[in-house]
């Protein structure tokens, strides 16, 4: 048998895809690459099959063998680094010969890099295996003659369609709807998310293959065109498909191409570079990636609405095959021009054109009202007459009433979902179609803003079950239909000032307040939906950034809210802001937090004044708690002695229970300090000395850890070093000094890793702390090879920023810094902070994906704020250092 390696064949393949590559990297591949690739890997199994069998003996018609590609590979969609997916099938039992040369065929295309999918099985094998397992009937659905007995393979052919696909046509139907339930819990809705998975994602490659499959099983069509010559796909349908599948494959190519293996998510930070050689080039707008991405989820949706409507008339679906109303038609009148039939909305327009262009608004307002979707066929016709949108349509009252009914209807989000991906809204709204498409870079943010925006819409008129359950008592609470209104409306416009510089909740409410204006609304709705859209960032902000024992942020927070109803929307916006981002921006803390602050800002509402009035009462009822908690375990003069170091702001922000807690750890911390000062006196022993304990925070995902030790410069920033060290994720701190310069720091951290159970954490921390204190630990040097190790997560490219604020607390000044998350981030500012000689009471830790926003409230040594233009200076550019030296 001749060598494997060298083969003419297997040179004349790698020559062939280095030439197809460079094509990708021009941005010239797509249908046609896919076809030719897959034509190079048939013309390398065809030679070498003439390479490595004796003449005469290769298998050709009746010869009993034959290779057969399958899966993508079968349907001519190879893109540059797909699996090749090849089936030896045989008449009868599998002969020895056929194994031995089979593995000549393939262990060039394994030596060429590429990966292969191989079996070897028998026409009963195939047969049997296909009715039990569909993953293989569907491959075979796919599979065509490559080299050997064409005639085998046809035969498996046809009785895969007497004796499995047409008998098991049902049970395939239903397995393919379970896996569209997977697909869509695994890989998400691709027409809409920033990062879309291409093959597997709702809207993706696999919609198209599934249309094929289930044509050729229910009705013999197997290709678009012969479904389009069958008339289960209208021509129009079949050309967008086609042309659909050509813009995914050109871009998948591209993507394996960027980054060099198979991959089928369009990743952000490969977005830009494929853009650029799709051709979309940076414009007045410089706005290229949004072009892009914004044509990529239309078809992406077109085809996600296709696949929906081929499914509703499949007699496996539930009854006999729905078929479209026609124009002019037999359907359901649901009011002017609009009628229903086949479970989907259609026009109904004289002559094909909508003389009067009310109907392309009513139609959505019926689906919202009653449920239905469009049909592909009228989908197409508002895209078709978007010019009359916006000539006609654009601040007319009957549009803008439509609007309105689809807001008030308690199904907006499905009917506006259609009016975003048919281009509707964008061109009755423009400033909402400027920023639907825009993309944010981050982790975290995963749609689009107009994606962003439905899915807020959705969580605010849906059930508010789960993490929202709280808030349905808020939503139940609006006074009347007006204010809910308000809150969609709000909603809906809430990120229009986006991608105009910064800014965009302030932008945004003028632009809304214009906008409302033009419309004609009742002042007092558009007041309250200015007023939502220019501060839906303040209250989870303030929640997260700012120290809410602090009465001037609440009172400030209060101002700009207004009254009760606005504070409760607000509070609805903010939730449903949060949770529509992406997963893990809700944090369960935040709402701690969140709920706080409103308990304190309707405080301040419903009263008319500041809380300060109440501080007296509320330190003497702390006072009380905590003599009547600790009569158990202290002396009555102990507890005195305890109450007299306690500051008024410790006292106001801790729980009684907490701070009889706290004077207990702060008891065990004197014992062990002055037993330390015995085996080491001088003032030496006590050193890093601290006592940790960790209590869980039940239904948020927390831990509380307090640790108690004796002020000593830099212990802070320890304590963040070893939290980081041992695993432990900060995300908020306090910091509290009691007149004998004892420190209770307290940190609010996500659940200690696995690894170790919590009883035996915080020993171990705290042993660290004391290690690190006493020089026995170098913190630096174990962060630093923590961080380069192999399996660590490397810190993004990102220019740090940071802001010193004077004016936002009467005692504080406030730094805010904004930076790429690293392992140890917290350590290395505190360790600036503290070389800097600043002290620091507060820290409000936020992560956000792979970035962080973290605010820091600190002051002098003399206990004022920073002053002067020179230590500003000299206070950002050492913080600046610290964020870019990671």
């Known amino acids: 048998m001749p060598k494997a ?75 540059l680094h797909s699996d090749i997916d090849i089936l030896v099938l045989c008449r009868g039992r599998i002969p020895a010969r056929a194994l031995d040369m089979a593995q000549a065929l393939f262990y060039p295309l394994w030596d060429l890099g590429l990966d292969l999918g191989h079996g070897f099985r028998g026409v009963k094998e195939c047969l049997a295996l296909a009715r039990k397992d569909f993953e293989v009937l569907a491959s075979l659905l796919d599979a065509r003659a490559v080299a050997g007995d064409a005639a085998l393979l046809a035969g498996l052919d046809a009785a895969l369609g007497a004796k499995v696909a047409r008998p098991r046509a049902r049970a395939f139907t239903h397995w393919l709807a379970g896996r569209n339930a997977e697909r869509l819990a695994r890989h998400g809705d691709s027409s809409a998310l920033l990062e879309p998975d291409l093959k597997q994602g709702v809207g993706g490659l696999r919609d198209i293959h599934q249309l094929l499959w289930l044509g050729r099983i229910h009705h013999g069509a197997g290709t678009l065109e012969e479904l389009l010559r069958a008339g289960r796909l209208t021509e129009a349908q079949a050309h967008f498909l086609a042309d659909a599948q050509r813009l995914l494959l050109r871009v998948r190519n591209l993507l394996h191409h960027a980054c060099g293996r198979r991959n089928d998510r369009l990743h952000l930070a490969l977005q830009p570079r494929v853009a650029a050689a799709l051709g979309y080039e940076d414009g007045p707008d410089s706005l290229a990636v949004e072009r892009f991405l914004g044509r990529l989820h239309r078809d992406m949706a077109g085809i996600k609405a296709l696949h929906a409507a081929f499914w509703a008339g499949l007699p496996a679906a539930g009854g006999p095959a729905a078929r479209p109303a026609p124009a002019g038609g037999s359907g359901r009148p649901l009011g002017p021009g609009v009628v229903e039939g086949g479970g989907l909305l259609h026009f109904d327009v004289p002559g094909g054109y909508p003389r009067e262009p009310r109907v392309l608004s009513d139609i959505f307002v019926h689906s919202a009202r009653s449920g239905l979707p469009l049909s592909w066929e009228a989908r197409g016709f508002v895209c078709a007459h978007l010019h009359l949108v916006r000539e006609r349509l654009r601040g007319s009252p009957d549009a803008v009433r439509g609007l309105l009914d689809v807001l008030c209807s308690g199904r907006a989000a499905p009917a506006l979902g259609q009016m975003l991906e048919t281009g509707y809204l964008g061109a009755l709204v423009p400033d909402f179609g400027r920023v639907q498409d825009l993309v944010q870079f981050d982790t975290y943010h995963i749609y689009p803003v107009g994606q962003h ?137 935040a709402a701690e937090l969140l709920w706080e602050l409103y308990a304190k800002v309707l405080h301040i509402l419903r009263g008319g004044r500041l809380a300060s009035a109440d501080a007296v009462r509320a330190l003497e009822r702390t006072r009380d708690a905590v003599r009547l908690r600790a009569s158990e375990a202290f002396a009555p003069q102990a507890v005195e002695d305890f109450l007299g170091l306690m500051s008024q702001r410790y006292l106001l922000a801790v729980a009684p229970e907490d701070v009889v807690r706290h004077m207990g750890m702060v008891r065990r911390l004197r014992e062990l300090v002055a037993e330390a000062e015995r085996v080491r006196p001088g003032g030496r022993g006590g050193t890093g000395v601290v006592v940790v304990d960790g209590q869980p925070r039940p239904g948020s995902g927390c831990w509380e850890v307090a640790v108690a030790g004796m002020d000593t410069p830099g212990l802070f920033a320890t304590l963040a070093g070893v939290l980081a060290l041992h695993g432990v994720n900060i995300v908020a701190a306090r910091c509290f000094s009691w007149r004998d310069r004892t420190v209770l720091d307290v940190f609010t951290v996500s659940d200690p890793p696995g690894a170790l159970v919590a009883q035996e954490l915080w020993p171990r921390v705290a042993a660290s702390v004391r290690g690190a204190m006493s020089g026995r630990l170098d913190l630096d040097w174990r962060l630093r090879e923590k961080r380069n190790a192999p399996s660590a997560a490397r810190p993004l490219a990102v220019e740090p920023e940071v802001a010193i604020r004077n004016a936002v607390s009467d005692f504080h000044t406030v730094i805010e810094i904004g930076a790429a998350d690293r392992l140890g981030l917290l350590y290395d500012v505190g360790t600036a902070l503290h070389g800097l000689g600043l002290s620091l009471s507060i820290a409000k830790i936020a992560t956000y994906g792979d970035r962080v926003a973290d605010v820091f409230y600190v002051r002098e040594a003399d206990g004022g704020k920073i002053a002067g233009p020179e230590r500003l200076r000299a206070v950002e550019r050492t913080l600046l250092d610290c964020l870019r030296a990671g």
Request: glycine residues 16%.
């Open 5 to 79: 390696t060298g083969s003419q064949a297997a040179e004349a393949l790698r020559a062939g895809r280095e030439a197809l590559a460079e094509q990708i990297a021009r941005g010239g591949a797509g249908r046609r690459f896919t076809r030719e690739l897959s034509a190079l890997v048939d013309a390398y199994f065809q030679a070498r099959m003439a390479e490595v069998w004796p003449r005469g003996a290769a298998p050709g018609p009746g010869g009993g063998l034959v290779l057969a590609a399958v899966g993508g590979y079968g349907r001519g969609e190879l893109c």
């Open 453 to 589: 925006t439905l899915r807020a819409i959705e969580l605010l008129e849906g059930p508010l079950d789960g993490p929202g359950r709280a808030f349905a008592a808020l939503r139940d609470e609006l006074d009347g239909p007006g204010r809910m209104l308000a809150l969609m409306l709000a909603a809906l416009l809430h990120d229009i000032g986006k991608g105009l510089g910064g800014g965009h909740a302030r932008k945004g409410r003028a632009i809304a307040t214009a906008l409302l204006e033009r419309w004609g609304l009742d002042p007092a709705l558009a007041a309250d939906v200015a007023v939502l859209v220019g501060e839906h960032l303040t209250l989870y902000e303030t929640a997260t950034r700012r120290d809410l024992g602090d009465e001037a942020v609440v009172a400030a927070c209060a101002g700009a809210v207004g009254d009760e109803q606005r504070l409760r929307m607000l509070m609805l916006l903010s939730f449903a802001d949060a949770s529509a981002t992406g997963p893990g921006v809700w944090k369960p803390w």
